[in-house]
């Protein structure tokens, strides 16, 4: 989170606005999603230029075609969390519980996250993801994405002699 | 062989139908996968078809660009006085710092003297040379660093040994040397990368003394010794193809045959290895050397190669000790300059050939 869009927040609750501005984000399922409008704003470009680009936020309802309402709940429930923390230590470690719990619950938020243009929770969750392949073998990085070898046996001796030369 | 646009091609049609991660469209895959360090490279290359196809792709190259991910790797080929020529690579991360081997370089380079070895992209090329059972050759044999893999690429026009080289904008640029044809001093033979394809000029320097080609700024900087000793230089534009002599006045830069350069920023800078191996960096506007520092005898065991990583030169001599120098913390203090050395985990005897750098 930016300590500029934090600024605005605090100026904004000081002028004692009556209500918090809300949108609905639409699973593609139909589920409907209310959601604070700072908070999201705070995360997607695509909803910030969308707010932006209609002049307001009354009554917006924004169709996410390509996300279903399990995924947006728990991609707005990540996002809840990185909202709630000046740094992204807690998000970091809520990804990383995700990805070792539901690998591909964890995918599907990434490709969310890219969807909708949430771009430092997607570099944060990327980042998630290629640390967990420092220090895997090849077998276990098959084995962790179920990727299947399809190397011919030649080719895996070629493979191996390659790397008998490459760094350990 | 597939070389450039076609070996990307090939890379990207391999596999196409499966996805590089289950559920991700590849173009995020290869946003997160390019985040890896690449020190773990070798792991991903070897997963599948199609993950080795990405990783060899002009695409994960731009990716680790833009992502600023990329890192570069010191190679140096050296002598061993028994094993002959090997390749040595430095991940000069300090907390991975170590000296590994890579692939045994062909057979026929690896008993050579006289080769020129020069990094191009993701490339390393090992030209021409000379051996006591073979006279000059025309060979040319690269080290794909982003494949791990040896090839053969286009002989060049005129076998040669002994000879200048120099890579500047996607291109090699070779003159002069030992050669078997008597045509081969008077050429001047340019390598494409992305065609693997070689171009033979008539030589545009005026003389055959060159014995060392410097890339500054866009142009090559030739230095000469001419038979009576004296050192004069010129610039080689290649827009322009045509070569020009410097002004006698202004041709201190000539001394840089006084010991190893590299550049920095487009900043020449020489290790002046007979004075007491005083860091020297040429001034383009005055036209002279101005002496930064000195490294202590200590820690250095010349001859020294130098290659430049960001603003850091490392002085790489005898035996592959390593020294670095922060040219902006050196510039600071008069005297000896802050540096910090180490040198390989294991015994060698090794002379240095060349030192190169690929980012990847």
Redesign the interface.
Known sequence: MSTESKEILVGESSQAKPEKKTIVLMASDGDEFVVDVDDITNQSEMIRNLISDMGGTDGLQVPLLNVTAPVLAKLLELFNVSNKNDDDEEVTQKVKELMEAELNMMIDVLGAANYIEATSFFDLSCKVLADKFKGMSVEEVREFLNIECDFTEEELQQIHAENAWAFD | MAFGQNATDNCLQE?SH?AL?????DE?SI???A???R??H??????????RALLCSEEWHYHRRKNNMEETWIYVMCRANLKGNLCY?L?PDPANRSW?????IPSPCSKKDGMSVEALGKKLYLLGGCSWQEDATDEVYCYDASA??WDVASSMPTARCFFVSASLDDKLYISSGLGLRSTAPNSWDIYQSDSDSWISHKNPLHNHDVIKLIALEGKLCTIHKSWDGFSYAGIYEPASATWQGIESIDNEIALSTYGPTVVVDGVLYMLHESSGMRLLKWQEERKEWVAIGRLSSHLTRPPCHLVAIGRSIYVIGQRLSTVVIDVDEAAKVEGLMVSSSFSPRFDCDHTIISCNTITI
């Not at chain 2, 991660?21 to 469209?25: A, D, M, R």
């Not at chain 2, 070798?42 to 993950?51: A, D, E, M, N, Y």
């Not at chain 2, 590994?100 to 045994?104: D, G, M, S, V, W």
């Open positions: 596999g499966v991660i289950n559920g991700l469209p995020i946003l997160c996968l985040r890896v360090p020190r773990y070798h792991i991903l290359r070897s997963v599948s078809r199609k993950w690579v991940d590994k081997l890579i692939q045994p791990n893999k």
